[in-house]
């Protein structure tokens, strides 16, 4: 059974700083991309950032570029999120996903929900 | 970024009864590998997102052959041929062919 299964969430001050995981099992994780979304409260879904099966390229929406850095492990099959100089508006539940354009992917974690505020 | 728009924002359907879903991008979709990467999701109320369609027309495993997917280039559609209960929820489009990736802003199913 494919599971993804995100953590790290939690309340943070503006400004600081979290890291997210995504413990991923159930299918060959190094061969998938991977991706962040995130879904603010009550709204849409937001790209937030991908990385290629091999950690090499990454990629960032404008609104979080040069704050956050996408990571993986394949060894652990495991994707990161690092999370600086966090703002009220990063506010949300952050999903990971798998394959997003694959026909053998199209994998969904249940998410981890960021909150930031004083 | 490519905007995608999604109509209509809400859908209230009776059930049994067939409902339709449109999207339309800003720009192309056809990626230069000659894909185009149009993918549906249905988010239950309190749920993550599952994808149920992708490359525009491709149901995913374990999705009811009652969804389909059809368009070209900008415009798009997904077709639920009779809306049963477990239906209810937001249903979004997402292109996967430029980036950033983009969705649209959602239509939410109800039983009427």
């Known amino acids: 059974e494919v599971q993804l299964v995100e953590s790290g969430g939690g309340l943070v001050q503006p400004g600081g700083s979290l890291r997210l995981s995504c413990a991923a099992s159930g299918f060959t994780f190094r061969s998938y991309w991977m991706h962040w979304v995130r879904q603010g409260p009550g709204k849409g879904l937001v790209w937030v950032s991908r990385i290629n099966s091999d950690g090499s390229l990454t990629t960032y929406a404008d609104s979080v570029k040069g704050r956050f850095t996408i990571s993986r492990d394949n060894a652990k099959n495991t994707l990161f999120l690092q999370m600086n100089s966090l703002r009220a508006e990063d506010t949300a539940v952050y999903y990971c996903?798998?394959?997003?354009?694959?026909?053998?992917?199209?994998?969904w974690g249940q998410g981890t929900l960021v909150t930031v505020s004083s | 970024d490519v905007v995608m728009t999604q109509s209509p924002l809400s859908l209230p359907v009776t059930l049994g009864q067939p409902a339709s879903i449109s999207c339309r991008s800003s720009q192309s979709l056809v990626h230069s590998d000659g894909n185009t990467y149009l993918n549906w999701f249905q988010q239950r109320p309190g749920q993550s997102p599952r994808r149920l369609i992708y490359?525009?027309?491709n149901r995913d495993s374990g999705v009811p052959d009652r969804f389909s997917g059809s368009g070209s280039g900008t415009d798009f559609t997904l077709k639920i041929s009779r809306v049963e209960a477990e239906d209810v929820g937001v249903y979004y489009c997402?292109?996967?062919?430029?980036?950033?990736?983009?969705f649209g802003g959602g239509t939410k199913v109800e039983i009427k």
């Open positions: 997402m292109q996967g062919t430029h980036w950033p990736h983009t």
């Open positions: 996903a798998a394959g997003v354009n694959t026909p053998s992917g199209g994998y």
């Open positions: 490359k525009v027309s």
